[in-house]
């Protein structure tokens, strides 16, 4: 057992793993996702097709809600480069690792 909650709490289990480039060591070194625009922390080992993120006592999440797991929501961001460091390795091996099922949103910014 990975990871333990000492409070009452609620847990999400997220459709994404290792087999989709997120390192399985993310867990191990406080990595974190974007929930409801707050930053929830990945509770325990990244498996091959699902990471499990506790919420916290007071959240309000909803099968269905968006889950960031690099990028921005609400105020918040993460980047590559933060799971890097977290990882000691570089921000161009985090995204080359990202798999062929997650899917690409290309944006187009203008001016």
Request: glycine share 12%; charged share 30%.
């Amino acid at each position: 057992r990975r990871y333990r909650v000492e409070a009452e709490t609620t847990v999400a289990v997220v459709p994404i793993g290792y087999a989709d480039g997120v390192r399985r060591r993310l867990g191990a070194v406080d990595g974190e996702v974007l929930i409801g625009g707050r930053r929830c922390p990945i509770a325990g080992t990244v498996t091959m097709d699902q990471v499990t993120v506790d919420c916290g006592p007071d959240a309000r999440v909803e099968r269905g809600d968006e889950v960031v797991l690099i990028g921005r929501q609400g105020d918040e961001e993460i980047t590559a480069a933060e799971w890097a460091r977290r990882l000691d390795t570089i921000g161009y091996e985090i995204t080359c690792a990202i798999g062929p099922r997650v899917p690409r949103v290309h944006v187009r910014r203008s001016g």
